[in-house]
């Protein structure tokens, strides 16, 4: 029988709407990287986590069985992974900027393909394994705690390298925050998950914090 458009027998409506909503938002924050990386070649994306994004969505997206939440999620994990492959390109081609081992620098781009094939190799097994949840939660949330914070240390590290962006910054976090409500809405008995993905939200709220108190120091010395 061929997949629904989205699956209301095993989640409510109020959860598909936040994961829904949560899943899309990610693709408005996947075109607002790409812009930026046209508009200004860099990547301000932490790159070893980017490789680990990457990787997640090739076996979520491609490798069957698909999660049970319907063609409209399927497909958004699959737009991601399109996306991606332009952002992905831009962290081999731009992204050794970001990194400080001086040794590494020249073996950047094949040792950033090999994490992110490293990384393909873990999901797929995870997955197949049986160690995650139908729509990939477990593994994602491993993936994200990890995105926010490499992000954060980016920004405390490396002020150059950051999207220069509110809308990104507030954006990542409402799409991650609206898919951690379904978490503990869809999980209530998943605590190991809830509280991953409960960090990584308040994680990136710090990142919100500390990217505006950047900002307002950078306009108040250009003040004076």
């Given at each position: 029988?061929d997949?629904?458009?989205?699956?209301?027998?095993?989640?409510?409506?109020?959860?598909?709407?936040?994961?829904?909503?949560?899943?899309?938002?990610?693709?408005?924050?996947?075109?607002?990287?790409?812009?930026?990386?046209?508009?200004?070649?860099?990547?301000?994306?932490?790159?070893?986590?980017?490789?680990s994004?990457?990787?997640?969505?090739?076996?979520?997206?491609?490798?069957?069985?698909?999660?049970?939440?319907?063609?409209?999620?399927?497909?958004?994990y699959?737009?991601w992974?399109?996306?991606?492959?332009?952002?992905?390109?831009?962290?081999?081609?731009?992204?050794?900027?970001?990194?400080?081992?001086?040794?590494?620098?020249?073996?950047?781009?094949?040792?950033?393909?090999?994490?992110?094939v490293?990384?393909?190799?873990?999901?797929?097994?995870?997955?197949?394994?049986?160690?995650?949840?139908?729509?990939g939660?477990?593994?994602?949330?491993?993936?994200?705690?990890?995105?926010?914070?490499?992000?954060?240390?980016?920004?405390?590290?490396?002020?150059?390298?950051?999207w220069?962006?509110?809308?990104?910054?507030?954006?990542?976090?409402?799409?991650?925050?609206?898919?951690?409500?379904?978490?503990?809405i869809?999980?209530?008995?998943?605590?190991?998950?809830?509280?991953?993905?409960?960090i990584?939200?308040?994680?990136?709220?710090?990142?919100?914090a500390?990217?505006?108190?950047?900002?307002?120091?950078?306009?108040?010395?250009?003040?004076?």
């Amino acid at each position: 029988m061929d997949s629904p458009l989205i699956n209301l027998h095993s989640y409510t409506p109020l959860e598909m709407a936040l994961f829904l909503t949560g899943c899309y938002i990610w693709v408005v924050v996947y075109i607002l990287y790409i812009r930026h990386i046209m508009k200004h070649r860099m990547i301000g994306m932490p790159v070893f986590a980017a490789a680990s994004n990457i990787a997640w969505e090739l076996v979520y997206g491609f490798v069957p069985p698909s999660n049970d939440m319907g063609l409209a999620i399927v497909w958004g994990y699959r737009i991601w992974f399109f996306l991606d492959l332009y952002i992905f390109a831009g962290v081999v081609r731009l992204g050794a900027a970001q990194v400080s081992i001086e040794a590494l620098r020249p073996k950047y781009k094949p040792v950033i393909v090999l994490v992110a094939v490293a990384w393909a190799i873990v999901y797929y097994f995870f997955k197949t394994e049986g160690f995650d949840t139908e729509i990939g939660a477990i593994s994602a949330y491993i993936a994200q705690s990890l995105i926010s914070i490499l992000y954060l240390l980016l920004l405390l590290r490396h002020r150059r390298f950051v999207w220069d962006s509110y809308a990104i910054a507030w954006l990542k976090m409402l799409g991650s925050g609206l898919i951690t409500v379904f978490m503990f809405i869809h999980y209530p008995a998943n605590h190991y998950l809830q509280s991953v993905a409960a960090i990584t939200l308040i994680i990136d709220c710090i990142y919100i914090a500390v990217f505006h108190n950047r900002r307002q120091s950078e306009v108040n010395v250009v003040a004076r």
